[in-house]
């Protein structure tokens, strides 16, 4: 059947998926809202923070839908998504246990879960209780394992609901306690509620085990937490955990509570029956109505047990406990009762004197019967109960009372075992109505309260020799005379005993750090030292872990462990089983945490008492402290006599968080068409993703930095016409004899003379020769010859060279601009290099002038186009963050520090702010063929933006944002290797 159900859930899931997909091309419609609704409980939890996420593959992603329970627990949530598994989370809120009435508030980290199929536009009902968290627990489990995220959705449901009963998601527990839920009949609803209320009774029981307040802190959510624990690690409820550090299975435990498979069983197939018979409850249903479903409870054998066998529901008789002291004096009418405990409720008490049946407890749940004592002889006799409980279990047990009808007598109810001297004796007396004159105690008067029959007296205890000061045992005499002149005396024992109990402690190993070296040592090594602990956060509470040592030492949770003695000095002693041990603990010179009991653990009669340091054992709040901060721990043992002996430990601690979850995601926020590339100038842009869990049961602080630079490299195109020419320097020269003017000059080719050259007057003229062999040049000064008369001017040949091979000098600079420049004509005829021009001039005068002229030859092939690729880098650095919880919700950091709650995904964005680089958008620069600007031209081609998605994180423990720089920090670095972004033309 369940293979079917299997089945069948699988296919319709699938076939919902396929139902949302595209009909064809037409435009898809708006998708149909839905409710989730249903009722928190644990009792019902008012004020809760009710979460809907996306659980596809069994991740939890995005917020759906989110709601706060009402006063009886329920919640409504509109969803619009698609066909999706969905995981729900309640958190905070608060509710009231069924088993004692107490007022209990959800702690940080405590969360009940639920998990179901939900399929766009049909509605859900989903329940949010302690079994759905189970649930949860057991999906997770098996998705880890491999198994497709609807296979374990189907399983764990069937699993738990067989257990449970009940279809644990739809099915709406009713609180037993209410009496507007009274019932003919045990409804599915009823079944669901007694079960819840079976959990509240098993922790009230195990709250005393450990020796606190009832529900204090051993609680329902309490031990969901520890339940969800022990099946999402191993997929088992068994008891059994993995140990983070190591990977092996270990024990789980309620403190001083062991867990097994049987305690989800049987523990609460009998707790189950327990708050039937109770008077808590208000339902109209009884014990006979739920005794088949608890059977079945405990009998259950599906593999989440491990195989382990069962158990028979209950084999053992109640509990029969005396209220007053045995051997007391009664006298006329007595009331005499007992309490009487059973986990499967109390079917009848009968009580009998002396083997003689004298009657049965009208209330078994209160047993009591009245006796009147003068039907009877004075002195001893024995009252005896016979208890059976609902599955006919049955237990004996005689108590010893004494009946004094016909004189005076006295009881003492003051301890007969003190440690000094003098001793107050104390008690009440029976006088049969004719009253009493006198009470004395080792012959001194006591004083007498007539009104409620009591009296009191002060006496000294001399031991019966010096060398038994310490120690002795000595019998006093109390006489009571009535008025009627009748003297009873009684003996009693008095114990003297004023040598202290002896504490013998051993310390766990602990953490420390110095520096950068971690290192274990002794535990008392935080006492003596000052270096405080190092404690992580996930340790700060037992999380299931038992006070044991062996699992407090693999779970590197410090503890102290005292063995306790008291010295047998003339046979005075207390054994180690009666010595008492209670526990306070003080912060900063303030008591935090009251003297309060610890409970001894007993292995093979080895007592002793186990102190680790953790919340449950300390106070919820003794992790809200700095590593300055001191804290103090008092113990202090107790023999019968009152004698005590102290251990103090102080220490201090630095709590530190485990480094987070961080998983980080590059964004390109640079994917721009290339022509809208200058719309990632001077922006600022999102560039990575971070998600950062708490996995830890304690909210954590964390602040950011990110000191990462952040680069991109622009490559442009320069493009410019280029004019290419030789240049060439030149010295003219030019005479002029009376009314003659004779201009001397070379005439290169296409040439551009420079305007700036002047004519100077000179008396030589340099002459410049290249070697046209060797390349070499040579310089030689003239002087020419002025002649006196007419126009024929002459030159020394060896001076002035005529010849072919005389070369002169150049060189080829571009020449960008030709503004200015005048052009001459081709070469005329005659000489190629020589021309003489006469020009007349009306002015006298003889001189010799010369100028040196620059002109330009332009080169083979110019103007032509010339094109140049460049780069340019700018460098930049992160901008800020944002961070977001687990609904979107921007959140702003106090004193530099944002705050995540524990069981908590956020999400951090990184962001840069980019340079302004220049647009180089010239696009004439691409046509190759038309280009003609003599001013160079640019153009971008390509844009790389490398991104540092580097995150730096530094996390301390939440002791409140004014203190987070005072706490140990943690450096968690996340983000990978940098990422390119290119866009290009």
């Not at 006196?788 to 060189?811: D, K, M, N, R, Y």
């Not at 030859?857 to 690729?869: F, V």
Request: glycine fraction near 6%; aromatic fraction near 8%; proline fraction near 6%.
């Amino acid at each position: 059947m369940l293979r079917r159900l299997r089945t069948f859930s699988i296919l319709f899931f699938l076939l919902t998926l396929i139902s949302c997909g595209s009909s064809g091309g037409d435009a898809p419609s708006r998708r149909p809202s839905a409710t989730v609704d249903g009722f928190a409980v644990d009792a019902q939890i008012t004020g809760g923070s009710v979460t809907v996420y996306s659980y596809i593959n069994a991740q939890k992603g995005s917020v759906l839908g989110s709601a706060v329970t009402d006063d009886t627990g329920f919640y409504s949530i509109t969803l619009q998504g698609p066909d999706q598994p969905i995981l729900i989370e309640v958190r905070g809120g608060s509710y009231i246990e069924e088993a004692s009435g107490a007022g209990i508030t959800l702690n940080d980290g405590q969360i009940l879960r639920a998990v179901t199929f939900y399929k766009s536009g049909f509605p859900v009902r989903l329940m949010v209780t302690p079994f759905t968290n189970i649930t949860a627990g057991l999906i997770e489990y098996q998705t880890k394992s491999g198994t497709p995220v609807e296979i374990a959705i189907t399983d764990a449901t069937s699993a738990i609901s067989a257990m449970a009963g009940v279809d644990i998601l739809t099915t709406v527990p009713l609180n037993i306690t209410d009496l507007k839920n009274a019932r003919m009949s045990l409804t599915a609803g009823l079944k669901y509620g007694f079960l819840a209320a079976a959990i509240s009774s098993w922790t009230a029981e195990a709250s005393v085990l450990n020796g606190a307040n009832v529900h204090l802190i051993w609680n329902s959510i309490s031990l969901s937490q520890v339940m969800y624990r022990d099946i999402s690690e191993d997929g088992l409820l068994d008891g059994k955990g993995i140990n983070p550090n190591s990977g092996t299975i270990v024990d789980l435990g309620f403190g001083l509570v062991p867990l097994d498979a049987n305690t989800y069983r049987v523990e609460f197939a009998r707790h189950l029956m327990k708050m039937a018979g109770s008077e808590e409850n208000k339902t109209g249903i009884g014990f006979s109505e739920v005794l088949l479903e608890a059977d079945r409870l405990a009998g259950m054998t599906h593999q989440i047990f491990n195989g382990l066998p069962t158990v028979p529901l209950d084999t053992t008789g109640p509990v029969i406990d005396p209220i007053e002291a045995e051997g007391l004096f009664h006298n006329d009418s007595l009331t005499f009762a007992v309490d009487v405990s059973d986990t499967v409720g109390i079917k009848s008490v009968f009580f009998d004197l002396d083997g003689v049946a004298i009657g049965q407890a009208i209330d078994p749940q209160n047993p009591a019967v009245l006796i009147n004592t003068n039907l009877y002889t004075d002195g001893g006799h024995t009252i005896g109960v016979r208890a059976t409980d609902n599955l006919e279990n049955e237990t004996y047990r005689q108590f010893a009372i004494k009946f004094a009808n016909s004189g005076a007598v006295v009881n003492v109810l003051s301890s007969t075992t003190v440690n000094s001297s003098p001793v107050i004796l104390s008690g009440d007396y029976i006088d049969n109505g004719v009253g009493i004159q006198s009470i004395t105690v080792q012959g001194l008067p006591a004083d007498i309260n007539a009104v409620d029959k009591t009296w009191n007296v002060s006496i000294p205890l001399v031991p019966p020799n010096p060398t038994q000061s310490a120690a002795f045992v000595k019998t006093v005499p109390i006489v009571i005379k009535d008025n009627l002149d009748i003297e009873n005396t009684k003996l009693v024992t008095v114990t003297m005993d004023t040598i202290k109990p002896a504490i013998d402690p051993f310390y766990s190993v602990a953490t420390f750090v110095v520096g950068t070296d971690t290192f274990t040592e002794s535990l008392s090594f935080a006492a003596t030292s000052g270096i405080p602990l190092r404690i992580e956060t996930d340790k700060i509470s037992l999380n299931g872990v038992p006070i044991l040592e062996g699992a407090l030492g693999i779970n590197f949770i410090p503890y102290i462990v005292i063995h306790v003695n008291d010295p047998n000095v003339n046979a005075v002693f207390t054994p180690e089983n009666e010595i008492t041990a209670d526990i306070q603990y003080k912060l900063k010179g303030s008591i935090v945490a009251p003297w309060h009991s610890l409970v001894p653990v007993d292995t093979a009669n080895n007592y002793r008492f186990i102190i680790p340091l953790v919340s449950e054992l300390l106070h919820p709040d003794w992790q809200l402290a700095t590593p300055q901060d001191q804290h103090e721990i008092e113990i202090r043992i107790k023999d019968r006599a009152g004698n005590a002996t102290d251990l103090r430990f102080p220490f201090q601690a630095e709590f530190v968080p485990p480094p987070p979850v961080v998983t980080s995601t590059a964004i390109n926020a640079f994917n721009k068409p290339f022509p809208n590339r200058a719309e990632l100038y001077g922006k600022v842009l999102s560039v990575s993703e971070h998600l950062i869990s708490n996995n830890t049961n304690f909210p954590i602080l964390f602040s950011l930095s990110d000191p990462a630079i952040h680069t991109v490299v622009k490559v442009a195109e320069e493009a410019v016409r280029k004019l290419e020419g030789n240049k060439i320097t030149q010295e003219d020269w030019r005479i002029q004899y009376r009314y003659w003017l004779i201009k001397m000059f070379d005439v290169p080719i296409q040439v551009m003379e420079d305007p700036n050259a002047t004519w100077q007057s000179t008396t030589s003229v340099d002459l410049k020769n290249k070697d046209p062999n060797t390349g070499a040049i040579t310089q030689t000064t003239v002087s020419p010859n002025l002649p006196a008369t007419g126009p024929t001017i002459s030159f020394p040949t060896e001076q002035l060279p005529l010849s072919t091979s005389t070369l002169w000098e150049s060189f080829h600079p571009p020449l960008a601009d030709t503004t200015g420049m005048n052009y001459f004509g081709p070469i005329p005829s005659g000489d190629p290099r020589i021309l003489a021009t006469f020009a007349y001039f009306p002015s006298a005068g003889n001189f010799l002038q010369r100028r040196t002229v620059t002109s330009y030859q332009w080169a083979t092939g110019s103007p032509r186009n010339e094109y140049l690729l460049f780069s340019e880098t700018n460098n930049f650095l992160t901008d800020h963050f944002e961070v977001r919880n687990n609904v979107g919700e921007r959140k702003l950091s106090i004193n530099g520090f944002y705050r995540i709650p524990p069981k908590t995904t956020y999400t951090i964005n990184k962001y840069v702010l980019t340079p302004q680089l220049t647009f180089y958008n010239d696009t004439e620069v691409g046509n190759r063929e038309t280009f003609v600007s003599a001013t160079p031209k640019k153009y971008d081609l390509s844009i790389a933006w490398t991104i540092n998605n580097q995150i730096d994180i530094k996390i301390v423990h939440d002791t409140g944002f004014e203190k987070a720089l005072e706490m140990v920090a943690v450096d968690v670095v996340r983000g990978g290797t940098p990422a390119t972004y290119t866009i290009t033309r």
